[in-house]
């Protein structure tokens, strides 16, 4: 069991451009989330996958958010056109869909807009 | 809705003190509670949590947390506090379902630092 692993750990970018973030979650697991957090707050649910199936999405995820989880594995978060309100550590997790379930974390991404 | 609220933003004990973060949670259908631990620019590390039955949760480090739903209260409790304690604790909860697989998503308090001193 390796645990949920994200890449990049940290991002810098220019406002503007995309970005896209990695997540591979712990082996077998079919539930798969992305939250946010910004500095001083508690993590804040994005949206959450089960296989490959995206079923539900936060109104926090503008539409210039798009996450996928193409073959119900690993699993992607872009953004377009980047402001400096989307700098934030953004946090996935997994877990299996079973009774009394446990959701996992990743180490998170870290990123900052100039 | 599903809502947390944590009291104190930041709590500070003694070496050896008993620690209390305090939670308080609202939820329109029997809650599945967590207590997570984050220490500085790392993820969430779950402490424990309460989905049904004993209404005493015993987790690692020595946590423990009691369910009281006539409260709607999930305190988290160490009888004494060591250095190592010291970092950002968040209470989340997840709302069940007749299923048991419960719908997923964790609502997060802002969460409660805690600083432990010599």
């Known amino acids: 069991d390796t645990g949920v692993s994200q890449d990049p750990r940290h991002k810098i970018t220019k406002r503007g451009q995309n970005v896209t973030f990695r997540c591979d979650p712990i082996s077998e697991h079919n539930r798969l989330y992305w939250y946010r957090q910004t500095l001083g707050q508690g993590p804040e649910f994005l949206t959450y996958f089960q296989n490959e199936a995206q079923l539900e999405k936060s109104r926090l995820l503008s539409d210039r958010f798009s996450a996928e989880r193409p073959k119900g594995s690993f699993s992607t978060l872009e953004i377009q056109r980047t402001e400096q309100g989307d700098s934030a550590m953004y946090l996935c997790a997994s877990s299996l869909n079973k009774y009394q379930e446990t959701q996992y974390f990743g180490p998170g991404t870290r990123l900052l807009v100039l | 809705a599903q809502s947390v609220t944590q009291l104190g933003s930041h709590v500070s004990v003694s070496e050896g003190a008993l620690v209390l973060l305090r939670c308080n949670y609202s939820s329109s259908v029997p809650p599945y509670l967590f207590w997570y631990v984050q220490y500085p620019n790392q993820g969430l590390q779950l402490l424990l949590k309460?989905?049904?039955?004993?209404?005493l949760v015993k987790g690692i480090n020595g946590f423990e947390a009691e369910f009281k739903k006539s409260e709607t209260s999930f305190h988290l409790t160490k009888p004494s506090a060591h250095m190592s304690d010291a970092a950002e604790y968040f209470c989340?909860?997840?709302?069940?379902?007749?299923?048991?697989?419960?719908?997923?998503?964790?609502?997060f308090g802002q969460g409660t630092i805690l600083t432990v001193h010599p």
């Open positions: 309460y989905t049904t039955g004993a209404t």
């Open positions: 989340a909860v997840s709302e069940g379902n007749a299923g048991g697989t419960s719908y997923g998503k964790l609502t």
